[in-house]
């Protein structure tokens, strides 16, 4: 059964920087084998995808050039870098997986396995 765990979250300045980690287990090959995207859900609002990697990356437009995804095959765990803070940035961050196979990171409303979050809070 995979299971995805998020940390990372914090208070922090607009303009900061925090790092998110997702820490996977329960897949059956290694971790670069699997698309896994990072989503946000603010008060009020939907989850909307706002980066994911598989064989290549994706980011939502209003991430680009401040947040980085990347992967850490040897620890299961895929890091979102987030720089430059805004206040819309904040909310919960959660990690999500396909749930079957074939796919990608476009594929948004195929995504599940989500974990409990962990929350963004960007205040002056």
């Known amino acids: 059964q995979v299971q995805l765990v998020e940390s990372g979250g914090g208070l922090v300045q607009p303009g900061g920087s925090l790092r998110l980690s997702c820490q996977a287990s329960?897949?059956?090959?290694?971790?670069?084998?699997?698309?896994i995207g990072w989503f946000h859900q603010a008060p009020g609002k939907e989850r909307e995808g706002v980066s994911c990697?598989?064989?290549?990356?994706t980011y939502a437009d209003s991430v680009k050039g401040r947040f980085t995804i990347s992967r850490d095959n040897a620890k299961n765990t895929v890091y979102l870098q987030m720089n430059n803070l805004k206040y819309e940035d904040a909310g919960v961050y959660y990690c999500?997986?396909?749930?079957?196979?074939?796919?990608?990171?476009?594929?948004?409303?195929?995504?599940?396995?989500w974990g409990q979050g962990t929350q963004v809070t960007v205040s002056s």
């Open positions: 999500g997986t396909p749930l079957g196979s074939g796919y990608g990171c476009y594929d948004l409303a195929e995504f599940g396995s």
């Open positions: 329960g897949f059956t090959l290694g971790l670069d084998h699997y698309v």
């Open positions: 990697i598989s064989s290549d990356v």
